[in-house]
């Protein structure tokens, strides 16, 4: 069964054999609660302001990590 968890903006978590979170952010920058996600993959759809559009995704941004 494939479960999806939504953290505001374009942030998800979709869990089934693996874990893939999609466009952690940083949360106060947004005005949101930091997630607090593990993923297996980590997808950064779109380049902006609070997930280092400036830098390449790194591991414990938006609370990611494996």
């Given at each position: 069964?494939?479960?999806?968890?939504?953290f505001g903006?374009s942030c998800f978590?979709?869990?089934?054999?693996?874990?893939?979170?999609t466009?952690?952010?940083?949360?106060?920058?947004v005005?949101l609660?930091?997630?607090?996600?593990?993923?297996?993959i980590l997808?950064?759809?779109h380049q902006?302001?609070?997930?280092?559009s400036?830098t390449?995704?790194?591991?414990?941004i938006?609370?990611?990590?494996?």
């Amino acid at each position: 069964m494939v479960s999806f968890r939504w953290f505001g903006i374009s942030c998800f978590e979709i869990k089934n054999s693996a874990t893939i979170v999609t466009d952690p952010h940083d949360g106060e920058s947004v005005g949101l609660k930091k997630p607090r996600v593990k993923g297996d993959i980590l997808l950064v759809t779109h380049q902006h302001f609070d997930f280092g559009s400036s830098t390449p995704p790194q591991t414990g941004i938006g609370g990611v990590s494996k």
